[in-house]
């Protein structure tokens, strides 16, 4: 039964979301922005005075992350694993990655570590919409919740304590409103189609009716057609022969009552 849902569910995603997980460009993109986020937050002055961040735990936290990119990007991966294979693989690609983001605020200090929540609460609000986070679909909180358990593991202190449970619980306010947003919209998409589908049956079908009387009125044509040929045939044959006995030279008068019978 939870695998029948599990499968359901997958089937529900956005193929090309999911297409855009194996392009290797982005995750690069991706890894190279944490890294930058890490420099600035402990080694930039000024920036690194307001975070105070150690970057020993974010940089052993993207470890997972990077190994995780690096097995999600891959198209042969995809294809040799089943559906329910690469659907946890995603989640769990999800949940070290927000698991990361929470790292960065248990290793900087307040107030610094207040402004750096936002980061996995905008993650868990995008992978909410792209899971489809819903009473349907729960499965997104498969992935905020362990994440922030690691986190709450990792808190250096009491008011980070205070910080990854407010943060929760908006992350996954924000997830909830995402994914069922995202859910009516591919309901609303799904109907959509199904209706421009039934109309374009109906169409096809209202052609094939037309195409059908028009071939009946052909083939009637056709049949009155041959009648009236037949008819104009005889008419031809009649007239041949009254030009031939209204010949001057061979007429004779005692034909002409034959005649009006052949009129």
Known sequence: MIRTHFTQWLSELDQEQLDALTNRKVWIVILLTLLA???????????????????????ICL???????????????????????????????????????WSLVCASTMPGATLMAALPVLLAAYHGEFFLFSRKYPWAALTTVPAALGAWLQ?????????????TVIALGAAFTMGNHALLR??????????????????????????????????????????????????????DLLCASLDSRTFDTRQIPALGQMA
């Not at 402990?42 to 961040?53: G, K, L």
């Not at 808190?155 to 943060?167: A, F, M, N, R, Y």
């Open 63 to 101: 470890i997972p992350v990077v190994i995780c990119a690096v097995l999600v990007s891959s198209s042969r991966l995809r294809q040799r694993c089943s559906s329910t294979q690469y659907g946890v693989l995603i989640m769990t690609t999800s949940a070290v990655f927000q698991l990361f983001m």
């Open 186 to 239: 591919v309901q609303a998409t799904r109907e959509r189609n199904a209706l421009k589908a039934a109309i374009d049956a109906q169409t096809l079908l209202d052609s094939v009716r037309e195409m059908e009387q028009t071939q009946d009125l052909l083939n009637e044509l056709r049949g009155t057609n041959h009648d009236a040929g037949n008819a104009l045939s005889g008419i031809l044959m009649n007239l």
């Open 155 to 167: 808190s250096p202190s009491q008011e980070h304590d205070i910080v990854i449970l407010v943060g």
């Open 37 to 59: 986020i890490i420099a600035l937050a402990s080694a930039v002055p000024w920036i690194s005075d307001f975070f105070r961040m150690q970057a020993i735990t974010p940089l």
